[in-house]
């Protein structure tokens, strides 16, 4: 082993190996990782969305989203909406954030900086990155959860989801 070559940072991939949209996903597996220890350790919505929206942005290139959530002003989102425009933005992917329960918990939208749609790896992208949404709102509505936005008949999420990570090292 070279004695300068201090490898990557648990990417996975070899130096020489070619970026692939399987590396994308296997990055993103990483960056929901740390996103499921924040949503565990009970970090405050606003900055486990953001976090999720930049990976998926990292992720995707090209592209900026936000999640608007159903208390939000719809004049602000329409603000947001112009803004992009204005900007030379395209829209990329809006879709309702939908619970198993068929409960609207907010809109995920994304802009891109030319006319396109998402591919079919992006699309798989996409859903996983509102996976971690539904989570992250779901615990954040927990009874004691810091954010207090419990609602009636809202009760703890089934197994260890809010427990903790123990430690690795």
């Known amino acids: 082993m070279d004695e300068y070559d201090f490898g990557s940072r648990e ?3 070899e130096r ?4 692939t949209v399987e590396s994308k996903i296997h990055y993103l ?6 996103l499921l220890q924040c949503i565990s350790s009970r970090a405050p919505l606003p900055e486990v969305l953001n976090g999720i929206c930049s990976a998926l942005d990292c992720q995707i290139g090209n592209v900026v989203s936000f999640i608007a959530m159903p208390t939000d002003d719809a004049s602000d989102v329409a603000a947001i909406a ?6 030379g933005l395209h829209i990329f992917y809006s879709e309702s954030i939908v619970a198993g329960d068929g409960e609207q918990l907010g809109t995920f939208e994304m802009y891109s900086s030319g006319p396109r ?4 790896e992006e699309c798989r992208l996409i859903e996983r990155a509102k996976g971690l ?3 992250a709102i779901k615990v954040d509505r927990v009874p004691g959860h810091p954010g207090g936005r419990a609602k ?4 703890p999420l089934p197994g260890n989801a809010l427990e903790k990570p123990v430690s690795m090292n």
Do not use: I, K
């Open 133 to 135: 949404v539904v989570l």
């Open 82 to 87: 112009m803004n992009a425009a204005q900007f």
């Open 117 to 120: 749609s998402p591919s079919e």
């Open 11 to 13: 990417t996975g991939l």
């Open 152 to 155: 009636a008949g809202d009760g």
């Open 29 to 34: 597996s990483g960056d929901e990782e740390q």
């Open 16 to 19: 020489n190996e070619p970026f």
